[in-house]
């Protein structure tokens, strides 16, 4: 994890690449980050990763599947506790959660995401609840 940089070149980096993302679809300025770490805060090597994302994601279409965020409010197929990105919530029926989702969160139910540790890595818990 890249943590020598100041707040401003941080700054300075995010907006260096958001200006070469015109006409792509987009991000926060969280996602763009992710990028720029990933490449050591290089913000040619980090846009050469996201075009290649966004042309990877369209030609696996992947933005057909919604995913759960603050601002869809949609239902989680996993409980999730401490993120940013995603309210704390669990599992619920409702339009959009397949049956499927419900029943193994019923067999399954315990587990969950649950914040993250020192270096800002997802910590998943699992607990096994009872055998069908």
């Not at 969280?30 to 090597?45: G, H, K, M, T």
């Not at 994601?57 to 949609?74: G, I």
């Amino acid at each position: 994890m890249v943590s020598a940089r100041t707040e401003r070149d941080k700054a300075v980096a995010i907006a260096r690449l958001r200006s070469q993302l015109k006409g792509y679809p987009p991000v926060t300025d969280e996602y763009i980050e992710r990028f720029l770490v990933a490449r050591n805060w290089n913000v040619d090597s980090a846009f050469k990763q996201m075009v290649a994302t966004f042309v990877w994601r369209k030609e696996n279409e992947t933005d057909l599947y919604p995913v759960a965020t603050k601002e869809n409010n949609l239902s989680v197929l996993l409980p999730v506790r401490g993120f940013a990105s995603i309210p704390d919530q669990n599992v619920k029926a409702g339009p959009g959660t397949s049956e499927t989702v419900i029943r193994l969160n019923e067999y399954l139910g315990g587990s969950c995401l649950h914040k993250t540790d020192k270096e800002g890595c997802p910590i998943y818990i699992e607990r096994a609840v009872r055998v069908p």
